[in-house]
Every structure is written in structure tokens, then in C-alpha cells.
């Protein structure tokens, strides 16, 4: 066991040889480049090194957002900026749509930040439509404001990804002044979310998913209304402030010692992303999407996400063959490949296919063929 971890912390940085291990949701196998570039010597976090490769990143990842307002860079994993937005925005009541683990989640964090939550649950498997808030919204306004309402752009648990552009269509009509608070940790940069033009408040992702980054970090744009709701509210706390991370980011800094390292591997991978072209990466995340999808039942089994809504990023696939997907796993390691489980109560009743990130068509053609294989074993 020791002994492959620390084979596995340390790749051979200097060999441009990729190998796409993960086909799970997260974390997600980081290009080399991308890992060597962590092992880089530390600097200062005042020094004017440092303020130049904050700027650069906090300038691409405006672009990648879609958003001329700003982006948090802050050292935590996505469920962090989950509370962040909570804590900032959300001083009175919250309505949160729950239709997978990681909306569950979101729903948890306002209720642990004894927030008054509205809980509205949405069929697992099936996408939070317009038509459902617009009825949970008015239900909730008939008794009083709404600060914000939580939505999860990519259910990661599911497969299941909501539209987020019409629902925020929604809220602005019914109710100008409740902000939308966004997770697009599983989807952000595999598919187009344009924070502005949609009107989203908060879109917030982490680094170990589609961004093909080492964990650690996480990233929000903050629309200028929500920053100013912000300023209102009271007990929004310090390392999450919004406003204390909006200060330092004036100047191009973070409050607190920022994760350099990884902010190096940032840099180095947000270049790749607009090397490869933004429009190039959301095709290629479509096209791999389509071809699971299409794979799934051409061999026999069943999709999980309700036709229409299914994951540019993660495929549910339904276990109607009833494989052991801990056997099927077994089988990949050997070949130095994993797929992952269904989620909570579909452990084995389903299992997920990530094709996010790094991976590219030869490298799901790879584990199709292993699949394949193993199953022909099977009969
Ligand atoms: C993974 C995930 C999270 C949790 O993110 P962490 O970075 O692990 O904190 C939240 N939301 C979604 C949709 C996810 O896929």
C-alpha cells in the first residue's frame, strides 16, 4: 500500500508521457506540466512575483468565467466557497434546491450556518427546472423575502446537469433582489456557464474536477450585487469574507497566505486550456459525453440522467446487466484504470464514467475496450 502511494506521488515530471488513469469524478488526473510546475521554488506571497502570477490567473480565469466582475482564488476545496456563499449573501432565508449528494450538501452547510433554509427536493436523476423554482420561489416569497436561492449546475452524484441559464431568467422576474448561488464544481470549464450575461450572483467551482488541477483550491466569481449585499450582512466571517478577499484582491493578493504551489500549477494550466481553445474544450467534453453515453447502450445498459439533461462531464450508467461494479473495478486496476461506483443508493445499481478534464477520446476508447473485455469474460 506505502509503496504505491509513494509511487504515485512522485511522477516523472520531466517525461511529457501522459497516461489517463481517473475516469472518476474527481480528483482528475493533472498533465504532468501541470504537476511539475508545483515543484517550483517558493516565493513570497507579497513579492511582486507573486502579485504578477495572481493577476495573470485572476485575468484568465475573468475569461474562462465569462465575467468582467472578479474571481476569488481562495486555498480551500469547493464545499468551502459553498459556505462562503452562504455566509456572505444569505443573512436571512435560503431556498435550497436538493436534487443530488451535492445540493444535499449545499442545503447541509446553510443549515450548519443556522441559516433558515427552505428545502426543496427534486426528484435524484432528474434536473431542477425553471418551472419547479418558480413555483418553490413564489411558495417561499408568499412568506417573505428570499435572500438566495442554491442551485448545483452538475450533480456529480447523478450525472444530471440543471439549466441554470433559464432558472436565473426565473428568479430575476420573480424576484429581482434574491441572489443565485451556483456550483458548477464539476462542470465549470468542461461547458459554456457565462456568469454575466446569465445574471448568476455567485458561480463557484474547486480544481480537482474538470479543471484537471491537484485539489486545494477553489474559485468564485461575485457578481457586483452580490459583493454589495455582502457589505450589509453581518457575521459573514474572515477567511471567506467577501469583502476582505475583495480587498486583497485589489491588489492582486489573498488576505492570508495563498496556496503558491498550486497556484503555479493554475497558471500553467489555464494556458494549456486557452492553447486548446475554449470552444475546442466544451466540444470535446459534448463529443465524449455523447460517445459513453452511446456505449452505454450499445452494450446493454441504461442511462441514469433523464433524457435531455444528461452531464457534458460525468455519465450515470444504469447497471441493467447487474455487474459487479467493485469486480469491474478490480479488473480496471489492472490495468491501471478506474471507473466509479453509483452514488450513496446506487453503489451498485449504477456506476459513473467521468470524461472530464485531461481525457481525450483514445483514452475512453482504452477503457471501453477494457470494459468490453472484462464483460465478454462475464458471459
Ligand atoms: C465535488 C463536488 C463538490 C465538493 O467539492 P470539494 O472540492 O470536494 O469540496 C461540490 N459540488 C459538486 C457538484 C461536486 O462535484
Redesign the pocket.
Known amino acids: 500500500m506505502h509503496e504505491q502511494i509513494s509511487e504515485r506521488v512522485s511522477p516523472d515530471a520531466s517525461s511529457a508521457e501522459r497516461r489517463q488513469r481517473l475516469f472518476i469524478?474527481?480528483p482528475t488526473d493533472v498533465a504532468p506540466a501541470v504537476l511539475a510546475a508545483q515543484t517550483a521554488p517558493m516565493i513570497g506571497h507579497r513579492s511582486d512575483e507573486f502579485e504578477a502570477l495572481f493577476a495573470k490567473c485572476e485575468a484568465q480565469l475573468r475569461t474562462l468565467f465569462y465575467t468582467a466582475a472578479r474571481v476569488y482564488i481562495v486555498a480551500a476545496?469547493?464545499?468551502?466557497l459553498?459556505e462562503a456563499a452562504i455566509r456572505n449573501l444569505a443573512p436571512g432565508r435560503v431556498v435550497a434546491f436538493v436534487n443530488g449528494a451535492?445540493s444535499q450538501?449545499?442545503h447541509d452547510v446553510a443549515v450548519g450556518c443556522d441559516k433558515q433554509v427552505v428545502r426543496v427536493d427534486i426528484p435524484w436523476n432528474t434536473a431542477v427546472k425553471p418551472a419547479q423554482v418558480e413555483a418553490a420561489l413564489s411558495q417561499a416569497l408568499a412568506a417573505g423575502p428570499v435572500d438566495a436561492i442554491t442551485v448545483?449546475?452538475?450533480?456529480?452524484s447523478t450525472g444530471v446537469m440543471s439549466p441554470v441559464q433559464e432558472i436565473a431568467a426565473v428568479v430575476r422576474r420573480l424576484s429581482p433582489a434574491t441572489l443565485l448561488l451556483v456550483?458548477?464544481?464539476?462542470s465549470f470549464s468542461g461547458v459554456r456557464i457565462e456568469t454575466d450575461a446569465w445574471g448568476l450572483d455567485v458561480l463557484l467551482t474547486?480544481s480537482?474536477?474538470a479543471l484537471a488541477l491537484p485539489?486545494g483550491l477553489?474559485f468564485c466569481a461575485v457578481s457586483d450585487r452580490a459583493l454589495a449585499k455582502a457589505a450589509t450582512v453581518k457575521g459573514r466571517g474572515w477567511y471567506f469574507d467577501f469583502l476582505t478577499l475583495e480587498k486583497a484582491l485589489q491588489k492582486n493578493t489573498t488576505p492570508a497566505t495563498p496556496a503558491i504551489s498550486l497556484m503555479r500549477s493554475l497558471s500553467v494550466q489555464l494556458d494549456r486550456i486557452f492553447e486548446e481553445g475554449v470552444e475546442a474544450r466544451f466540444a470535446r467534453h459534448a463529443r465524449l459525453a455523447e460517445r459513453t453515453r452511446g456505449w452505454a447502450l450499445a452494450n446493454g445498459f441504461d442511462l441514469m440522467a433523464e433524457a435531455g439533461y444528461a452531464s457534458p462531464t460525468v455519465t450515470t450508467v444504469t447497471n441493467t446487466r447487474g455487474v459487479s461494479v467493485k469486480l469491474l473495478n478490480a479488473y480496471l486496476a489492472r490495468h491501471d484504470m478506474e471507473i466509479s461506483n453509483g452514488y450513496g443508493d446506487y453503489k451498485d445499481k449504477a456506476f459513473r464514467i467521468a470524461h472530464m478534464g485531461e481525457v481525450q477520446d483514445s483514452d475512453l476508447e482504452r477503457l471501453f475496450a477494457a470494459m468490453e473485455a472484462y464483460l465478454a469474460g462475464q458471459n
Open positions: 469524478p474527481g476545496s469547493g464545499t468551502g459553498q451535492f450538501r449545499w448545483v449546475h452538475n450533480e456529480t456550483d458548477a464544481v464539476s474547486s480537482q474536477k485539489p477553489s
